[in-house]
């Protein structure tokens, strides 16, 4: 009796107790046969009547409330579907009438009705998770992914003790991971990746004894990985990765989980080397963890991991060499270690890991020579060892390997022959050996390599011709010869190769004519046959290659006119026929080319007029018609070119006429040059040519007066030589302010009157001067007694000069009365700097240059405590220049003991200040690239876009002003040189710049080029990536920063450390630009490439992926894969391919080296990645 009172209690349908909750419902599920026999046998005695009666009332309740119970479930999830702005379709047989919810899409009950499974995937619910999932107690399976469910995790998951699947991926989940999951002992599978997640993994998950899968990568999770997993003997699958903020080693304790089969912690900051003890995880099938700060070596014991199929430890830090061991991984498939710093030899005893399918070891130290035993992979399809110093020749045991698609040797010192046995590998698709010194002909076995898509052997030493059945090559997409001592002429079967994109065979010695089967190349877009033999004409057929956007046929000895055909190849971007042989008139068909840019036909023997037509060339940026024999006159017409932008070159033909006032519309032309030829008239078209950085109108027959612009009154003498009736002197009356509106001089009675009116203003003018100076030194000489340092310095006793080159809205005395020590914003070698409000506004820096004095005290050379000269030359160069990346000029004032030059305000200070002024967050990647990419344009328009160029001599991050936007200004032209002033050539025997940026040439003939401030560049890209200033107290031994990243063989470790959380794109773009870096910080003046060039390289990093995804689809999906091309006869390699960024082996291999924009679009080395984290 007192026994089944209890039980009536336990029954009490408001009780709070859980323990009895969970009793009373397990009571509920009774099959009601059960609860018969529970409750009402045997019969009651006629004694306990009344207690019979109760138990039949109760025995009701529990029916009811059983049936209530699927009901409120179906009510939950109605609710919480319909919080959604819109029902999905697939969802739409929810409805809150049905009882249970268990005919309902994705729903799944027991036979009692309640709900077990919650399955819903790729249905776009975009709702909170506001699911109350605690009174769903007979829950085993919850799946919602792909569904864009927000909010939180809600903490009542941890109620569903029946959990055994929790799949909540792919939404946008934020939040921590609740604690209370910890309770689910049943659970087996916690799948939680590709969310919003933050916090740490928590340490109550290890309670989850029973979990198989964990999978939490590509969240926001920080924090370490807690050893406490290592109580999870059941795991299996631990993926972690993508997580970037998770931080610390591999915990030991993981080896504990012995039945491990995939352990991923890739894309995060985990650091230190790898446990010795994974090597116990006998079961290991995938070990990722790639893109991590790794380092150490790689243990030999992860040879007893013998289930092992994919090892992925690329982009890491790790040392020392490959571990013989490897060789007991019979069933590995992928080996991707690249993008370490690994060395030593590759070993003989990988040939064992028989199951191989991928090997990528590329961008490490690897030496030695290429085991043979890899012709014996029969199942290998990839081998890349990219960017090493692999020695000796390609052995021809690689023909074995039959199932190999590519083959990536490329950037290594691999000499001998191309084994012909390589025509063997039928089914081989890439096929890169260039910057290598291989040698001897190509073989034309390699004809047989039918499935070959892309092949690049520039850079080497090759000779002979090239095989005619190369061009037999049905899928053949890609062929690259750049650089190489290739002779012989182009076969007729070049047509055959329908396939082709892209043919590059610039810088070789192929002579004969272009054969007119060219023209079978249908989908052909680039053609570089630049720098060759070539003669003859340029084939007709030409125009057949309808997909052309680069024609380069520059520097041959090619004849004849123009085909007419080329005007049909309306997608054409860019023609290059200069320094060639070619006669008769241009095609005025050109006119039809509207996606034409550039077009350069300079030094040919072109004749007759310019076509009127070219004015229709409506995306036209440059046009180089120089050095021919054409005639006429400057057609009106080319004024129409609203996009002609860079340059208008007609130099050195035999042109006459006036400029035509149409050329005034050119308003944003940057360059023109009209010298050598027979023009006449006066120059006012040109005045309102404000964009003109560069204009020569030298040797022409022009006459009459300057326009009164800047430009004119800054131009050198030499580009106005040679006009007898140009009045071309510095005396104002020259500009045309003092002429008719016509430009031409006023008749002779108003000269000459006008000339005894200006004598007589002068006497009275000087006799004036003469009374007021006297009194003034009289004055003076009193206050020079009382007057202190500071106020001689400022030069209050003297007259101020001062002379504008912009509008200027204040005066001298606004600027004067800046000059304080609370406005000071800068001290250098060559002055002070203050920050100067004006009375409208206005806000400028002025620079006050240091007297002979103090700039001595202060530890300048000779050549800088020279104030005369720096002041003048700074206002000489910057006077004369404009662009975009170089800092505004706003004018000078000076007097007898002070000079001031005024310039634009930067309100973020220097590129140095904001590096290495701690005053808040770190400068983004995108910012220092932005900078990094201002300031080299800068300086290519210094170098190659000013007559003369310019060379700054003082480049450093202090001399890198940040504006508003951070878009970079160059500044500081205190010690900026013209090329061809008369004492450039000479050494100096002083050493202009600043320590740490001085190129290593000063040290053996203190001798400056363009090519000192491409080092010095180099230097600051050093110190934008790494952070550390090129003397810096944190490298150890006092090392330059040039020489520490050599010496880590500018690894991943080098880059600054604020920058390494961030996402493998954007390292990957920091890789290459300091690859770019190391190029530029050559010891040999002759190696380094041009501020042009890596401007172009630079600028190329942020679009190349593009063109790799493009390159994905030629080569079938297959890894982004592309050729290094370096146009014309450039002999290094600059970077690399967007999945791959170059660290070492950037090094030219010969001198005169000329780079190119497309040398970034085609690197030969790609590397494997895999998405797994």
């Keep these: 009796m007192f026994q089944r009172e209890r039980e009536v209690e336990v029954a009490k349908p408001n009780d709070a107790n859980p323990r009895r909750k969970f009793w009373k419902l397990r009571q509920m599920s009774i099959p009601s046969s059960r609860q018969n026999l529970l409750f009402s046998s045997p019969p009651p005695p006629p004694t306990s009547l009344s207690f019979f009666i109760l138990n039949t009332i109760l025995s009701a309740l529990l029916f009811a409330s059983a049936a209530a119970i699927p009901n409120h479930e179906a009510s939950i999830l109605f609710s919480w579907l319909h919080s959604s702005p819109s029902i999905p379709s697939s969802l739409s047989n929810w409805n809150n009438l049905d009882s249970t919810p268990c005919k309902w899409t994705s729903i799944t009950c027991s036979p009692h009705g309640f709900v077990t499974e919650i399955n819903i995937q790729s249905v776009p619910l975009q709702i909170p998770f506001s699911l109350n999932l605690s009174s769903f107690h007979f829950l085993s399976k919850l799946v919602i992914s792909y569904a864009n469910i927000t909010g939180t995790i809600p903490v009542d998951i941890g109620d569903c003790l029946s959990l055994k699947f929790i799949d909540l991926s792919s939404n946008s989940l934020v939040g921590t991971i609740p604690n209370s999951i910890g309770k689910l002992q049943n659970l087996e599978n916690l799948t939680l990746n590709s969310n919003q997640l933050t916090g740490k993994i928590p340490v109550e998950l290890c309670s989850c004894f029973r979990l198989k899968n964990l999978l939490l990568f590509d969240n926001r999770l920080a924090g370490y990985i807690p050893p406490e997993l290592g109580k999870l003997s059941s795991l299996e699958v631990l993926r972690a990765g993508g997580n970037k903020d998770i931080i610390g080693k591999v915990p030991d304790e993981l080896a504990d989980c012995s039945k491990l089969t995939v352990l991923g912690l890739a894309d995060t900051r985990i650091s230190g080397s790898l446990p010795v003890s994974l090597g116990k995880l006998s079961k290991l099938q995938t070990l990722s963890i790639y893109t991590t700060m790794l380092s150490g070596e790689i243990p030999p014991d992860l040879g007893n991991c013998t289930e092992l199929v994919n090892l992925f430890l690329y982009e890491n830090h790790l040392s020392g060499s490959i571990p013989p061991e490897i060789g007991k991984l019979h069933k590995l498939e992928q080996l991707l270690l690249w993008q370490n710093s690994l060395i030593g030899a590759i070993p003989e005893e990988i040939g064992n890991c028989t199951s191989l399918k991928m090997i990528d070891l590329s961008l490490n130290s690897l030496s030695g020579t290429i085991p043979i035993s890899i012709g014996g992979l029969f199942q290998l399809e990839e081998f890349m060892i990219s960017d090493n110093n692999v020695s000796g020749s390609i052995p021809s045991d690689l023909s074995n390997a039959t199932n190999l698609l590519q083959l990536q040797l490329d950037t290594n010192q691999i000499s001998g022959l191309i084994p012909p046995e390589l025509g063997m590998l039928s089914k081989l698709t890439v096929f890169f050996a260039w910057q290598n ?111 052309l956007q680069m024609i380069d046929l520059s520097n041959n000895i090619l004849q004849g006119p123009l085909p007419i055909s080329l005007s049909s190849l309306t997608g054409l971007q860019v023609l290059d026929v200069s320094a060639n042989q070619f006669t008769g008139q241009i095609p005025a068909s050109f006119g039809r080319l509207t996606s034409l840019n ?48 860079i340059a208008l070159n007609l130099s050195c033909n035999r042109l006459t006429g006036p400029i035509p006032p149409q050329i005034s519309s050119l308003t944003m032309l940057s360059i023109l040059d009209l010298s050598h030829n027979k023009l006449e008239g006066h120059l006012s078209p040109l005045a309102e040519l404000d964009n003109l950085v560069s204009l020569n109108i030298s040797y022409n027959a022009f006459t ?37 509106r016509t430009g031409l001089p006023r008749n002779e009675n108003d000269i000459r009157r006008s000339r005894k009116l200006k004598l007589a203003l002068a006497l009275l003018i000087t006799l004036t001067v003469a009374m007021v100076i006297m009194g003034a030194i009289a004055i003076m000489r ?34 004067l009365r800046c000059l304080v020590d609370t406005n000071v914003i800068g001290k250098g070698c060559s002055g002070v700097v203050y920050r100067a409000d004006m009375d409208n506004g206005e806000v400028i820096a002025v620079k006050k240059l240091w007297p002979n004095t103090m700039a001595a005290s202060n530890g300048c050379n000779d050549e800088k405590c020279s104030v005369r000269d720096s002041f003048s030359t700074e206002v000489k160069t910057l006077g004369s220049i404009r662009h975009k990346n170089i800092v505004r ?99 100096s025997n002083t050493v202009a710049g600043s ?41 150890p031994d006092g090392l330059h920063v040039v020489d520490w990243v050599r010496q880590k063989r500018g ?123």
Excluded at 614 to 634: K, R
Excluded at 707 to 726: A, C, E, I
Excluded at 960 to 986: C, H
Excluded at 1096 to 1122: C, F, N, Q, W
């Design 437 to 547: 010194q291989l040698e001897g002909s190509i073989p034309s076995s390699l004809a047989s390599c039918s499935s070959l898509q892309a092949l690049d052997l520039s850079h080497n030493s090759l000779t002979g011709s090239i095989p005619p059945g190369l061009f037999q090559l049905q899928n053949l997409t890609k062929l690259l010869m750049i650089s190489n001592d290739i002779s012989g002429a182009l076969p007729p079967e070049i047509g055959s190769c329908s396939s082709l994109v892209r043919l590059r065979l610039g810088n070789n010695r192929i002579a004969g004519t272009i054969p007119k089967e060219i023209g079978g190349l249908g989908i052909l877009n680039f053609l570089d046959l630049s720098s060759n033999r070539l003669s003859g004409p340029v084939p007709d057929e030409i125009g057949s290659c309808t997909e």
């Design 598 to 645: 550039k077009l350069m036909l300079s030094r040919n023997s072109f004749s007759g007029s310019i076509p009127l037509s070219l004015g229709l060339s409506s995306s036209l940026q440059l046009l180089d018609l120089s050095s021919n024999g054409l005639t006429g006159g400057i057609p009106m017409e080319l004024g129409q070119i609203e996009t002609l932008e």
């Design 704 to 740: 009459g007066y300057l326009p009164d612009n800047k430009l004119f009154r800054q131009l050198s003498p030499t580009d106005l030589v040679g006009n007898q009736g140009l009045c071309s002197s510095i005396r104002d009356s020259c500009f045309l302010k003092d002429a008719d």
């Design 782 to 815: 009193a206050r020079r007694t009382i007057r202190d340092d500071d106020d001689s310095e400022l030069g209050d006793s003297w007259p101020w000069q001062f002379t504008p080159f912009q509008k200027l809205n204040f005066s001298v005395d606004q600027v």
């Design 889 to 987: 000029f706003l004018g000078c004032c000076w007097n007898r003991n002070t000079r001031l030059l005024m310039y634009d305000y930067m309100p973020n200070g220097s590129l140095g200040s904001l590096l290495h002024e701690k005053t808040g967050n770190a400068l983004e990647w995108e910012l220092r690239y932005q900078i990094l990419l201002g300031a080299a344009q800068g300086l290519a328009y210094l170098h190659h876009d000013c007559v003369p160029p310019i060379v700054h001599r003082d480049i450093k991050a202090n001399n890198i002003l940040v504006g508003l936007e951070f878009e970079p200004y160059i500044a500081d032209f205190g010690l900026a040189k013209l090329v061809d002033d008369g004492d450039f050539a000479r050494s």
């Design 995 to 1035: 320590y740490g940026y001085i190129a290593p040439e000063y040290g053996y003939m203190m001798k400056i080029t363009e090519k000192s401030d491409v080092y010095s560049y180099g230097v600051v890209v050093l110190e934008v990536l790494t952070g550390k200033q090129p003397i810096d107290p944190t490298i």
């Design 1051 to 1173: 690894g991943i470790e080098v880059l600054d450390p604020s920058l390494l959380s961030r996402p493998a794109s954007e390292t990957e773009e920091m890789m290459q630009a300091l690859g770019i870096a190391l190029l530029c910080v050559n010891s040999s003046p002759d190696e380094r490439p041009t501020m042009k060039d890596v401007a172009a390289m630079l600028k190329e990093i942020k679009h190349e992926r593009e063109e790799y995804a493009k390159v994905d689809v030629l080569l079938k999906g297959s890894p982004a894969t592309d050729n290094q091309e370096n146009k014309k006869s450039s002999g290094v390699v600059p970077a690399t391919s967007s999945s791959k960024p170059v660290t070492q082996s950037l090094y030219p291999k010969s001198k005169n080296s000329s780079f190119s924009v497309s040398s970034l679009l085609y690197s030969s080395s790609s590397n494997s990645k895999t998405g797994f984290k």
